[in-house]
């Protein structure tokens, strides 16, 4: 089974975030295949469209775009502020989204979780950011979905992982299913471009002959 890196971004800030602990279990876990790295994103400056046209971008721009470049696929670990994605979390897509034709996230696989401690789960975030991956051209895992409700700093031991239970069983399986997503993503991609390849040897050999 392959390896695949996992940039893992998480949409809160907060020292003690629910969302992050989430994603550190993630990393932590064996047996997934996956090789995760948080991205951080809280140094961002504010997109602004004026820094498209720089020749010099902002350090945190540079550092952050060659860091999702470099994943084969991105997990968003997301609260929901306000029933949508925090504003830090939207930066960082804008950010990664521009200068116009450059976005960094065209093609990559990702996938959603978002935690609340409410019983919804953060839904709303969770399709708003999917919807801003549709447009990002990021095909986006479809099931297991995850919403996960009631996330408390109960859910959580001393080391700042997920204790065990159903919750952490339900992230072991999400890391399983979305290997197999990237897996399925970049393996039908590669069949793609090889049958390209051959066809395009194929037409030059009839028009040669
Ligand atoms: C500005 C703000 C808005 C919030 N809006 C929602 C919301 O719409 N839905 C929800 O389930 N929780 C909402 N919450 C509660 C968060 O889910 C809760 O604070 C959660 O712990 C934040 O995620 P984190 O622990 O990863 O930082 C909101 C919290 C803040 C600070």
Redo the contacts with the bound molecule.
């Keep these: 089974m392959a390896n695949y890196k996992i940039a893992i971004i998480v949409g809160?800030l907060?020292k003690?975030?629910?969302?992050?602990k989430i994603a550190r279990s993630m990393c932590a876990m064996r047996g997934d295949n996956l090789e995760c790295t948080m991205v951080e994103i809280g140094d961002l400056p504010l997109y602004n469209q004026d820094y498209d046209l720089q020749k010099q971008q902002p350090e945190p721009y540079v550092r952050f775009r060659e860091q999702v470049s470099a994943a084969d696929g991105i997990l968003f670990c997301t609260?929901?502020?306000?029933?949508g994605v925090p504003g830090v979390l939207k930066n960082a897509i804008d950010v990664g989204s521009r200068p116009y034709g450059r976005s960094v996230w065209d093609r990559k696989p990702a996938a959603i979780i978002s935690?609340?401690?409410?019983s919804?789960g953060?839904f709303?975030a969770n399709h708003e950011l999917r919807q801003a991956c549709v447009f990002l051209n990021m095909p986006v895992m479809q099931q297991p979905e995850a919403y996960l409700g009631h996330v408390s700093d109960d859910s959580f031991g001393e080391d700042g992982c997920l204790k065990d239970g159903p919750l952490k069983d339900l992230v072991f399986k999400l890391a399983h299913a979305f290997h197999d997503w990237v897996d399925t993503i970049l393996h039908a991609r590669e069949l793609l471009e090889h049958d390209a390849a051959r066809e395009e040897r194929a037409a030059k050999r009839k028009q040669n002959a």
């Design positions: 809160s907060r003690e975030s629910l969302n992050r609260p929901e502020y306000n029933r935690a609340s401690p409410g919804i953060g709303g």
